[in-house]
């Protein structure tokens, strides 16, 4: 009971300002609340929506670090502005319904926020007998999420999927543009949905697509094969001239083992759907194959259903919030899939968006941060919140080796040392598992300034501050 306690007051963040008006003067069939969800952000406000039964919405903000109001809060302001004297219990039954999983909610709001992809490629073609037939124009399926809307800046809608979404190693570059990135990439939005038909031949004699008007064209503008992410982009007048009702999605701040995991994918190709489950391990390696070499890919188990055609789809929490993006699955076991960690997805693609904005043609995709050391874990233990909730696996972070002329050996990391922080900028970010560090390093830009806080000999010892170059910058496959 403590825990839906808590649960119930985050939930019900500062609404009773938005509230009241819907209590105020309510008779038995007034309708009534049955969720409230998270549904965006505007400087330093966080936008609540709130779901009545009725089917009607409205929206409040929550200035980022509030208290916050409990249940009891409400029912008492309700009763100060009503002179009401329903009770607590009848206040509950009739006006407001709070679940711990409010899926359905979540569902539909994310389904503003997804597309399914079209990838055309020109490859080799073969018979039923594996014998070379000529290249002509494949067409492969994925998911997507919108990222982001930029409707000042640069004009640009950011679109994000999986780099083999729209990368085939058996494109061929000489006919494909020069490259083994998709020559033409079409979105749809969930609502405005359509599916490539061919129309004829192109000048080069391969077989040309028609997409239709639902058909939204998507310029690529960056990717990375190690983190299996891409981003696309398109004028955000284009996008909205289809949907003007688009949104960015909600970037979740956490996640963990037993959270409902939600993916919205492409199946087969047959149009954006969803499945749920839960999310299994938050840590797994496994290892894939994108551009012909294996390579391993820290990822997070779910036992989320997906399918051909869901890889680059979104993966969400019961709030509706982004913890990730769908990219394998396990063919002998339904029950085990995989998508790309939420510090990973964000840190790439904030990566390419900002590289390739920067006014430099040189710089483009994704760049990290190499400090020069050689890691390992000791005492890894699982450590539960009971505030929370929920736990998390924590290790220590321990230096092997330092290498010399690098950004460790100037600053005084020595072998030995436990690593418990980075501070970027004045921001600490706590160290507690080996993969935290390479998580940092993919937010980092020139001129950031960084320090280590370390245990060294029982003693906490903060080193010098270092400011990153663009010589320290290297790219990211």
Do not use: W
């Not at 825990?3 to 209590?23: E, Q, R, W, Y």
């Not at 009503?82 to 009770?87: E, I, V």
């Not at 409010?102 to 594996?130: G, H, P, R, T």
């Not at 994704?366 to 909730?389: C, E, L, N, R």
Request: proline share 1%; net charge negative; with cysteine.
């Amino acid at each position: 009971m403590k825990h839906a306690k808590k649960i119930v007051a985050a939930t019900l963040c500062a609404a009773v300002i938005a509230l009241v008006p819907a209590f105020a003067g309510c008779s038995q069939s007034q309708a009534y609340v049955t969720s409230i969800a998270k549904s965006g952000s505007e400087g330093n406000d966080d936008i609540y929506t709130i779901y009545y039964s009725d089917g009607t919405t409205s929206t409040f903000t929550v200035t980022n670090g509030s208290d916050g109001v409990t249940a009891d809060d409400l029912y008492q302001k309700y009763i100060e502005e009503t002179g009401d004297n329903t009770s607590y219990s009848e206040f509950l039954s009739k006006y407001l319904t709070v679940e711990g999983d409010n899926s359905a909610s979540a569902i539909n709001y994310c389904l503003q926020s997804s597309l399914k992809i079209y990838s055309e490629f020109v490859a080799a073609q073969y018979n039923d007998f594996n014998m070379f037939t000529g290249y002509n124009t494949s067409v492969y399926t994925g998911a997507a999420v919108i990222y982001d809307i930029d409707n000042i800046t640069d004009g640009y809608t950011y679109i994000v999927t999986n780099y083999h979404v729209v990368y085939l190693n058996s494109a061929q570059p000489a006919l494909n543009g020069g490259t083994k990135v998709a020559r033409s990439i079409y979105g749809y939005l969930y609502g405005s949905e359509g599916t490539p038909s061919a129309s004829g031949q192109d000048s080069n004699g391969y077989t040309a697509y028609d997409y239709g008007d639902y058909g939204i064209e998507l310029e690529y503008v960056g990717g990375s094969v190690e983190n299996d992410i891409a981003v696309l982009r398109v004028e955000t007048d284009k996008i909205k001239a289809v949907n003007e009702n688009i949104r960015a999605v909600d970037i979740a701040d956490d996640y963990y083992v037993g959270e409902t995991a939600i993916a919205i994918g492409n199946p087969e190709g047959n149009g954006l759907s969803v499945t749920k489950g839960i999310i299994s391990t938050e840590n797994e390696l496994i290892s894939l194959n994108i551009d012909g070499t294996s390579r391993t890919y820290r990822s997070l188990r779910i036992d989320t259903p997906l399918y051909s055609g869901n890889s680059g789809g979104g993966l969400f929490n019961s709030s509706g919030e982004l913890i990730g993006i769908t990219n394998a699955g396990n063919t002998e076991d339904q029950n085990i899939n995989y998508a790309i960690p939420l510090e990973i997805v964000t840190g790439t693609v904030d990566n390419i968006i900002c590289y390739a904005n920067d006014g430099d043609n040189q710089t483009n995709g994704a760049y990290t941060v190499k400090f020069g050391i050689t890691v390992s874990s000791s005492g890894s233990k699982y450590v539960y919140d009971s505030d929370k909730g929920y736990g998390e696996i924590t290790e220590n972070v321990n230096v092997e080796s330092v290498t010399t002329d690098t950004i460790a050996a100037g600053l005084g990391l020595q072998n030995g040392d436990v690593i418990k922080k980075i501070d970027v900028n004045g921001t600490e970010k706590e160290i507690n598992r080996t993969f935290t560090l390479g998580d940092v390093a993919l937010t980092l830009r020139s001129g950031d300034k960084i320090r280590f806080v370390l245990e060294r000999d029982g003693e906490t010892v903060t080193t010098s501050i270092y400011t990153i170059s663009t010589s320290d910058l290297v790219q990211v496959e």
